[in-house]
């Protein structure tokens, strides 16, 4: 129920206030944190262009890394000729997502975080890429609702044809292939576990 009022006045000060792209500009971030949905229905037709997803990525570059070596690094299909490559790479996902119109690969560069002189600082190793690739991808999903889009963050992908698509060097890990455009239907909120169940006290 509080969801379905949050949409309610979101839309509301949309309509009162202007707003970018069918979000308000004003959104605070639990709003955003209850607005933003894996979409997997998107609308036809609708477009981005290149300035909004560089206004998109340059917020994800303000995410944390380890050491600040910012090891995440982003491959955008956004012509119609790469946008509909990267379907055919992306499994059970193409139809889903089919009217999306950008698609975002997401890799790191391996060797930089979590690493001291070229050796592993602890036993997580190239873990520490990844982690801070989720955190980057956590910002861009979140300004990615903030500028009125959608996203889907896809673990279903062929690494190989991508990387040859791309020319993704080898020293990268491709992790996540990111939808991103115009939610289509309003999608349900998800149950969550109890929070005792994931959080301990001491």
């Known amino acids: 129920m509080k969801y379905k009022v949050l949409i309610a006045a979101a839309a509301l000060l949309c309509i009162l206030g202007g707003c970018q792209s069918g979000q308000p500009a004003s959104a605070s971030l639990d709003e955003l944190f209850l607005t933003r949905r ?5 609308e036809p037709g609708r ?3 290149e300035a909004q997803v560089r206004e998109l990525l340059a917020a994800a570059q303000n995410a944390p890394s380890w050491a600040n070596q910012q090891p995440s690094k982003y491959y955008v299909a956004i012509s119609p000729e790469k946008q509909a490559a990267v379907l055919e790479m992306i499994g059970g996902n193409k139809d889903r997502v089919a009217n999306a119109p950008v698609m975002i690969v997401s890799t790191f560069e391996k060797g ?26 956590a910002y861009l999903v979140l300004k990615a609702r903030d ?5 889907l963050i896809m673990g279903m992908r062929d690494s190989d044809r991508l990387r040859e698509l791309f020319q993704i060097p080898e020293n990268e890990m491709i992790l996540a292939v990111i939808s991103l455009g115009y939610r289509a239907e309003e999608p349900n909120m998800p149950t969550h576990r109890p929070l005792d169940e994931v959080v301990k006290f001491f």
């Open 38 to 42: 894996s979409i997997r229905a998107y």
């Open 147 to 151: 500028m009125g889009f959608d996203t």
């Open 112 to 137: 930089k975080s979590g690493f001291f002189r070229g050796t592993p600082a602890n036993d997580a190793g190239d873990f520490w890429g990844a982690y801070d690739n989720g955190l980057s991808n």
């Open 47 to 49: 477009t981005v262009t």
